[in-house]
């Protein structure tokens, strides 16, 4: 596609009930992040995908959260038992190059799924 | 990672100039300024980055201090559809977002 898609773009769900959301991110980018943003804050890193490995998953708040990433390509954001905390919008991000590459690096991010916990 | 600081809130007129100041003292030699913006409702949007020049394009300039541990977004003539949260951020690392300025651009 022409950008950076997320499904669903809402969700509402039952508090301990699971959660899948995906990202879909443009073709060709190699990197691909994962952000939480809560009502009114900034954007929290959660987590990044080079390719389907993850060097750096230390911002997954528990291990309630897990993502996995397949074929270089799509990826999944899993929360297990949903808290109410959890509410938030989450935000995928692609690139063509991971953080330290030499070049620009620019981030597609995608409209958002927005969770609600009840 | 390298942090970056930048003002809660800045407020502007319309048609005027607009400089976003973002601090960013620990940036390493490698770490290219990267500035975001989102609107409300939407994701953030790239705006325009830069590594030690000062950097144009069609939506925004970008100046560098010499030191590299400042810089200021300027949007030239600010418009209605400019106001947005701007994020300044580090791209080198895990791209850790602040809480960016708060644009208001009164009519």
């Known amino acids: 596609g022409a950008g950076v898609s997320q499904s669903p773009s809402n969700k509402v769900t039952e508090k301990g009930k699971d959660v899948e959301l995906r990202c879909d991110p443009i073709s060709g980018h190699t990197a691909l992040y994962w952000y939480r943003q809560s009502l009114g804050q900034g954007l929290e890193f959660l987590i990044y995908f080079q390719g389907n490995s993850a060097p750096d998953k230390s911002g997954l708040p528990s291990d309630r959260f897990s993502a996995e990433r397949t074929g270089g390509s799509v990826s999944t954001l899993t929360i297990q038992r949903t808290q109410q905390e959890d509410s938030a919008v989450y935000l995928c991000?692609?690139?063509?190059?991971?953080?330290?590459?030499?070049?620009?690096?620019?981030?597609?991010f995608g409209e958002g799924s927005r969770l609600t916990v009840l | 990672d390298a942090k970056t600081t930048q003002p809660n809130s800045m407020e502007s007129n319309e048609e005027e100039p607009v400089h976003l100041p973002c601090n960013h003292s620990?940036?390493?030699?490698?770490?290219?300024i990267h500035w975001y913006r989102q609107l409300p409702s939407q994701g953030p949007e790239y705006v325009i980055h830069?590594?030690?020049s000062n950097v144009n394009n069609r939506m925004a300039s970008l100046a560098i201090a010499e030191d590299r541990k400042s810089s200021t977004l300027i949007l030239h003539r600010a418009t209605l559809r400019d106001a947005a949260v701007y994020y300044c951020?580090?791209?080198?690392?895990?791209?850790?977002f602040g809480e960016g300025t708060q644009l208001t651009v009164n009519p």
């Open positions: 830069g590594l030690t």
């Open positions: 620990t940036i390493s030699g490698t770490d290219y």
């Open positions: 951020i580090l791209r080198g690392s895990r791209l850790t």
């Open positions: 991000a692609s690139s063509l190059n991971a953080p330290q590459g030499s070049n620009t690096g620019e981030l597609f």
